[in-house]
C-alpha cells in the first residue's frame, strides 16, 4: 500500500476494534443473551459490531423483549469483564501521544464501560467522548460524529474518523468525514478508503497554519 498522508484539525476514533480489542468479553456478552433466547450467537456477532447494544438487542431479541432491561443486565455483565482487554497495537502509544484537545472518542458503549475499557488497555480518555448514553440514533447514523465535531468546534471535513466496523464506517462517512479503515473488516463500503492493520507505523506532526489554527499531519 501506498503511503497515505491526511491532514486534519481533529481524529475521532471508534473504540472496540478500533482502539481496544475487547473480542473476548465481547463474544461472552452476546452468548449470554442468545443462550437466555435459544438464539444463534454466531450470527448475533455478524450484525452486533459497532452498534448500540439496545439496537442489536431490538433486532435478535423474542417480539415481547424488555429492551432497556435487556441491555441494562448486559452492560452491566459486561462492566464486570476486563480479562483480555488490551490496546491494539501500538494504539495505546499513538492515542496517548496526540494533543487531547484534537481527540475524540466515540463509541457506541456506554460513558461507564468506556471508562473502563480505556484505563484497562492504558488509553487516556481524550477532551471530549461521545457515548451511547449521548445520541439518540447510534451507528449507523452519524449523530455521533456530527455531535463529536461540534464539542470540539470543527467543520465535519476537519475530522478524519478510524473505524473497524461497517456500521461505524458508514456513521463516519455520512457525517461527511474521512474514514481510515482499521482491521481486517470488508464489503463495498470499504473500498478505495485508506486502511491500516494496526497502529505500529502511524506517525503525526502538528502544523500551525497562517491563520494560528492547528493540524494534525498524519502518516499512515
Known amino acids: 500500500m501506498e503511503p497515505t498522508t ?3 484539525r481533529a481524529i475521532l476514533f471508534d473504540m472496540d476494534g478500533t482502539l481496544v480489542d475487547s473480542t473476548a468479553v465481547v463474544e461472552s456478552v452476546w452468548a449470554r443473551f442468545a443462550d437466555r433466547h435459544g438464539l444463534d450467537v454466531g450470527e448475533i456477532l ?3 459490531h459497532g452498534r448500540q447494544m439496545k439496537d442489536t438487542v431490538l433486532q435478535w431479541g423474542p417480539v415481547d423483549v424488555d429492551v432497556r432491561a435487556e ?5 452491566t455483565f ?3 469483564q476486563t480479562r483480555g482487554i488490551i490496546a491494539l497495537p501500538g494504539a495505546d502509544v499513538f492515542a496517548n501521544a496526540l494533543p487531547r484537545d484534537a481527540v475524540a472518542l466515540v463509541t457506541s458503549a456506554p460513558l461507564a464501560l468506556a471508562e473502563v475499557r480505556m484505563a484497562v488497555a492504558g488509553i ?4 471530549v467522548v461521545v ?7 447510534g451507528k449507523p447514523a452519524p449523530d455521533c460524529y456530527l455531535r463529536a465535531a461540534e464539542l470540539l468546534g470543527i ?3 476537519d475530522a478524519v474518523v478510524f473505524e473497524d466496523a461497517e456500521a461505524g464506517i458508514a456513521a463516519g462517512l455520512a457525517a461527511g468525514m474521512r474514514t481510515v479503515v482499521v482491521g481486517e473488516v470488508s464489503g463495498g463500503i470499504t473500498v478505495g478508503l485508506p486502511r491500516i492493520p494496526d497502529y505500529t507505523e502511524l506517525g503525526f506532526t502538528v502544523e500551525v497554519d ?5 493540524w494534525l499531519v498524519i502518516q499512515l
Open 124 to 127: 487516556d480518555l481524550p477532551a
Open 155 to 157: 467543520e465535519p471535513a
Open 210 to 214: 497562517s491563520e494560528g489554527t492547528s
Open 78 to 80: 459486561e462492566i464486570g
Open 71 to 75: 441491555a441494562h443486565d448486559l452492560s
Open 6 to 8: 491526511i491532514r486534519a
Open 131 to 137: 457515548t451511547a448514553d449521548d445520541v439518540d440514533n
Open 46 to 48: 455478524k450484525t452486533s
